[in-house]
Nanobody, 128 residues
Framework: QVQLVESGGGLVQAGGSLRLSCAAS????????MGWFRQGPGKERELVSA????????YYADSVKGRFTISRDNAKNTVYLQMNSLRPEDTAVYYC?????????????????????WGQGTQVTVSS
């Protein structure tokens, strides 16, 4: 069983930056596809970004392309989400997730049910 703990959320003004971290414990998650999801008030949870097992391949939702960067340090069992040029519509609870699925061109990484482990979430609030 893998435990995921997010950190780094907070309140930031529009145009600012935050870096989210997701630390895995229990056992190494270096072989897992990692994803960041977010859920705003009254909205469904949506995939923001994902990265392959090695971290060499990434996926970004159109709404965050060019602004967010996902990365991972497998030696530290940690995945990051660097968020720049934040907008009020980025306000949400951000969740880290891990899955044992293959990348398959990113197809499975975009499916919420493919992820086996989830963090508790960290709040990101972007003010105008």
């Amino acid at each position: 069983q893998v435990q995921l703990v997010e950190s780094g959320g907070g309140l930031v003004q529009a145009g600012g930056s935050l870096r989210l971290s997701c630390a895995a414990s229990g056992r190494t998650g270096s072989s897992a596809v990692m994803g960041w999801f977010r859920q705003g008030p009254g909205k469904e949870r949506e995939l923001v970004s994902a990265t392959s097992r090695s971290g060499a391949i990434t996926y970004y939702a159109d709404s965050v392309k060019g602004r967010f960067t996902i990365s991972r340090d497998n030696a530290k069992n940690t995945v990051y989400l660097q968020m720049n040029s934040l907008r009020p519509e980025d306000t949400a609870v951000y969740y880290c997730a891990a899955g044992a699925m293959s990348w398959q061109g990113g197809l499975l990484a975009r499916m919420r049910d493919e992820y086996d482990y989830w963090g508790q979430g960290t709040q990101v609030t972007v003010s105008s």
